[in-house]
């Protein structure tokens, strides 16, 4: 069986796991914690780092810490997992949907322009699969309007412009650690921000309110989303092998790229040589046959999110046609660290004789 994607968690990881377990220690978010947060904001570029149960809850503690108006309205790709709008919601806030480019599958900023009314207050920028997109454009379009830009950098570990980091555009961004991507903790998130008031009310929100563990005086509103060092020890070891990482699913992204670029019937974009992707997102007319094929020769895959506006909760969104017409037509493709250049190959193989 060829998974779509699955954990790869190395024998450090696993040393380093078992060490901690056996010296008896307390188990919960303390100095492992702490250490991982300096060293992935080190690796992000960024100044602070707040972790997370997951990157729900990175961005819901983020629109929280804004101090928004309820009226407030935050605008959203219409391609970006359900999270990111589900958040908006439980926010308490207005959501609104923004079309993508076919260019990079990232927010459009001629729609975003569109979309922008007095009441928007935020824009969450989704980096699908690692793209950076029109990242530039649409930071001087909120900076020009006034508007808070947070990123859902939940794609984008290892992805760059220049050498900015992904997540450093905006107050702050958002990044997942859930079992598929290419740090993982089973769950968990993180915020990474440069802007120390922010981060120091997120330290506060994520721990009940208090500035002092073990010390029950509450002057700020918070909650219980702290994690465990168990989760931050398994972060930190693949955090120390980052770059192999980075490396292989470029590799595995520039085999299966060659192998199918030149099949006519198939969408596959470029990525950029500082960009990182999360998987291998292809995008064609009869994906779900193709789904079935590939099934039947124990390879699995996974259709890309479809667009938010067709999800039975956000129907009232009406238009947004890019988004409806590549979503419904996409399949992301096994691509786990350890997948050989043979599956890969055998992999390609089927979907070009399936387009033939």
């Not at 968990?188 to 929100?205: D, Y």
């Amino acid at each position: 069986m060829i998974y779509q994607i699955k954990p790869v968690i190395g024998k450090n990881a696993k040393k380093n796991l078992i060490n901690y377990i056996n010296k008896d220690n307390w188990l919960t978010e303390y100095k492992n914690t702490r250490d991982f947060e300096k060293k992935f904001a080190k690796f992000t570029t960024s100044k602070n780092c707040i972790t997370f149960p997951n990157g729900t809850l990175t961005m819901y503690a983020i629109l929280s810490c804004l101090n928004l108006k309820k009226s407030s309205e935050v605008l959203v790709s219409n391609y970006t997992m359900v999270a990111t709008a589900n958040v908006v919601k439980m926010a308490g806030l207005k959501l609104k949907l923004v079309d993508i480019t076919d260019e990079d599958f990232c927010m459009c900023p001629k729609d975003l322009l569109k979309k922008i009314t007095k009441r928007t207050k935020a824009v969450i920028y989704t980096q699908m699969n690692g793209r950076n997109g029109k990242i530039d454009e649409i930071s001087k379009i909120c900076k020009k309007k006034n508007i808070f830009l947070i990123e859902d950098a939940a794609h984008a570990i290892g992805s760059y412009i220049k050498n900015k980091h992904a997540g450093n555009h905006g107050i702050a961004s958002s990044f997942s650690f859930s079992m598929p991507k290419l740090i993982t903790m089973g769950q968990g998130g993180s915020v990474i921000t440069n802007n120390s008031k922010l981060a120091k009310k997120l330290r506060l929100f994520k721990n009940f309110g208090r500035k002092i563990d073990g010390l029950d005086i509450h002057n700020y509103l918070g909650y219980n989303f702290k994690i465990t060092d168990l989760q931050s020890i398994l972060a930190t070891s693949q955090l120390q092998d980052i770059k192999k990482r980075i490396n292989l699913k470029k590799k595995i992204f520039l085999r299966y790229f060659n192998k199918l670029k030149n099949n006519k019937k198939i969408k596959i974009l470029k990525m950029k040589p500082k960009e990182t992707p999360w998987s291998v997102d292809i995008y064609a007319k009869n994906i779900n046959k193709l789904k079935q094929k590939l099934k039947s020769q124990n390879i699995l895959t996974r259709n890309v999110y479809p667009p938010l506006n067709s999800q039975k909760i956000y129907k009232k969104y009406k238009g947004l046609p890019v988004s409806n017409n590549y979503c419904k037509n996409g399949l992301w493709l096994p691509s786990s660290l350890d997948i050989k250049m043979s599956q890969i190959d055998k992999i390609s193989s089927i979907i070009n004789k399936f387009y033939r």
